[in-house]
């Protein structure tokens, strides 16, 4: 256990509709990554956030959105929902500036577009 | 950008060593990760490595040759629960961004 939660655990939606996805960090972490897992492939990264802010951007278009909050738990916001975006959501905390930064994540949600 | 290459699949037997190989083409390096992932669940952390050379855990060990862009998982006494998918992730230089290869799925077989 890496003491990072996700919820929720599975979400099925339709297309065109909004969906908000949060993300508990690690006691101790300041830092979020997010990152998209299409079935069968690697993770993908969204963007991560430190001290609220977004520090660094995959390629993913305006339509992914996110915040971090004082207390370092994180939403993902995705608008305008595309069948292309079913996919394992995972989240993953760090502590910046620590010896190796490494990232630990959480269980995931697993979002369905129909 | 980061480009990181490893087999799509490899079988082994029980009490076996597999070397699962991962290569890497980046326009900056801030240190290799590996990770395992069981189906359905989050990729857990396995090792680091940022400098050359070999990282030994118990019955995994990780290489690397920055000088080569080159990495392996070495997993010994191969046991039953190590089937699962095994992840290679170069860190940006900035060093707040993995980049995955795709994985690779070992099957361990009695």
């Known amino acids: 256990e890496t003491g990072v939660t996700q919820s929720p655990t599975h979400l099925i939606k339709t297309r065109g509709q909004q969906v908000t996805l949060r993300c508990s960090s690690q006691?101790?972490?300041?830092?979020v990554s997010w990152y998209q897992q299409a079935l069968g492939q690697g993770p993908q990264f969204i963007f991560q956030?430190?001290?609220?802010?977004?520090?660094g951007r995959g390629n993913f278009p305006p339509r992914f959105s996110g915040l971090q909050f004082p207390n370092y738990s994180s939403e993902l916001n995705v608008n305008a929902l595309e069948l292309d975006d079913s996919a394992l959501y995972l989240c993953?905390?760090?502590?910046?500036?620590?010896?190796?930064?490494?990232?630990?994540f959480g269980p995931g949600t697993r979002l369905t577009v129909l | 950008g980061q480009n990181i290459d490893q087999p799509t699949e490899m079988t082994a037997t029980e009490g076996a060593i597999v070397q699962i190989n991962c290569t890497y083409q980046?326009?900056?390096?801030?240190?290799l990760f590996w990770y395992q992932q069981h189906a359905g669940e989050a990729p857990t952390f396995l090792s680091y490595?940022?400098?050359?050379g070999l990282e030994e855990k118990g019955r995994f060990s990780s290489f690397l040759s920055r000088s080569k862009g080159y990495s392996y998982l070495l997993l010994k006494e191969l046991q039953m629960k190590d089937s699962a998918s095994y992840l290679c992730?170069?860190?940006?230089?900035?060093?707040?961004?993995?980049?995955f290869g795709g994985g690779t799925r070992v099957l361990v077989k009695p």
């Open positions: 490595n940022v400098l050359d």
């Open positions: 992730a170069v860190r940006d230089r900035r060093g707040n961004k993995l980049t």
């Open positions: 006691s101790g972490h300041n830092t």
């Open positions: 993953a905390s760090s502590l910046v500036h620590g010896s190796t930064d490494t990232q630990y």
């Open positions: 980046t326009s900056g390096f801030n240190g």
């Open positions: 956030y430190y001290r609220e802010e977004e520090n």
